[in-house]
Structures are given as C-alpha cells and as structure tokens.
C-alpha cells in the first residue's frame, strides 16, 4: 500500500485488475480520524483551559465530546465529499468507471493527511507548552493562536501535504475513470485549487502584521 506515496501511477495500475477491497481505505480513514480528532482534542483543551477554567467539568466534557463528534465526522464527510466531486466532474469529461471504485482509490489519497497530522499534532502540543494563552477574549485566543509560529509551520506543512494528496488522486482518476492526463488534471484541479486559495488565505492572514 506505501508504494502508492512514490509511484501512484504503478500501484492503482496493478490495482485496477483486483476486486475492489475497502479494508485499506477504511484503515487509512480510520487513521487519519484518529490523529485528527487527537489534534482536535489539544485544541479544544487549551480553550477550555483557558475560557471556561470556571464552567462544571461536566460541561467542559460535553463541549469536548460534541466538538470530537463533529471532527470524527468531518473526515469521512470529507472523503466522501472529495470522491463525489472527482465523479462528477470527471463524468463531465466523458469519464467511466463505478463510484465505488472512486471512492476506494480517492482514500489513498488521504495518505499523505497521516504524515502532516502527525507533524501537526508535535507542533499543537508544542504551541501549547511554549506558548501563552492566558486571555477571557476568544478572538484574541483565536488571533494569537492563528499567528503562533507553531500554527503557521503547521499551515505551510498542510499544504505540501495537500499538493501530495492531488499527485496521488489524479493516478486514482486516470485508472478509476480512465482518464486521459489532462483531464485528470481537471478533475483534481478544480477543488483542489479552491481549498489551495483558502490555505494560502489563512497563511496569509498568519503572517500578516495587521
């Protein structure tokens, strides 16, 4: 399954002549859930630390709880979401192929997210440890926290990560699809450059004086 980091284009060529098996997918969905609710979990505690030290643990636990539900589902709403995109836009292009096939190959592509979260959550932890966040203002939580050192490495690191995933996805649409390069190209290009422009926006706004 790591062959698909180095040489997509060879692994989802052998692949396409096996069943379609959603155990590897589900593992690295599974994965990347895990370390991202993680990652969730420093935030949301360094919040409640820092804006609800007063509040009853039992609604510290409540809030806490519903925010990992809601992160736990994000990652398979976002897997789910990215493969009917890639189908729809690659039917546009005169694509063939089933949507479970899609969706098997699209979660591949989610590989690279186990290395960038992983790096994330040393630097959430680190941001929380060297740095101070004793204030009652959530917006000035949220501005010290968006323009830490930490959160802008872990910003930069997001987006070589992202631009990994696309390499992976447009081999998957190529032999999921039998597309042509070009198209995709297209097919992975179009969102990914929607989501590229917002990181590069919330980069921007890290780094910015004002």
């Given amino acids: 399954m790591l062959e698909v980091l180095s040489n997509p284009g060879r692994f989802f060529e052998e692949k396409i002549k096996e069943e379609i098996d959603f155990k590897p997918p589900y593992a690295v969905i599974g994965a990347v859930t895990l370390l991202t609710l993680i990652n969730a979990f420093i935030l949301m505690r360094e919040l409640m630390e820092n804006l609800f030290s007063d509040a009853p643990n039992i609604a510290q636990l409540i809030v806490i709880t519903l925010g990992l539900i809601g992160t736990m589902v994000s990652v398979t709403v976002a897997w789910l979401l990215i493969s009917g995109l890639f189908y729809v836009i690659s039917w546009s292009l005169a694509g063939q192929g089933k949507f ?3 969706l098997e190959y699209v979660a591949y592509g ?6 960038s979260s992983a790096i994330s959550m040393v630097l959430l932890i680190s941001m929380c440890l060297f740095s101070d966040f004793s204030m009652n203002d959530p917006l000035a939580i949220e501005k010290a926290m968006l323009k830490s050192p930490y ?9 070589i990560f992202v631009l990994w995933a696309a ?44």
Avoid: D, E
């Fill in 100 to 102: 479970a096939r899609v």
């Fill in 110 to 115: 989610f590989l690279p997210f186990i290395f």
């Fill in 151 to 159: 959160m802008i490495l872990s910003n930069a690191v997001s987006i």
């Fill in 167 to 210: 390499n992976i996805w447009v081999f998957a649409m190529i032999h999921s699809r039998g597309l042509a390069v070009k198209n995709a190209l297209i097919t992975v290009g179009l969102p990914l450059i929607v989501y590229l422009i917002y990181l590069f926006y919330t980069l921007y706004q890290a780094i910015s004086p004002f």
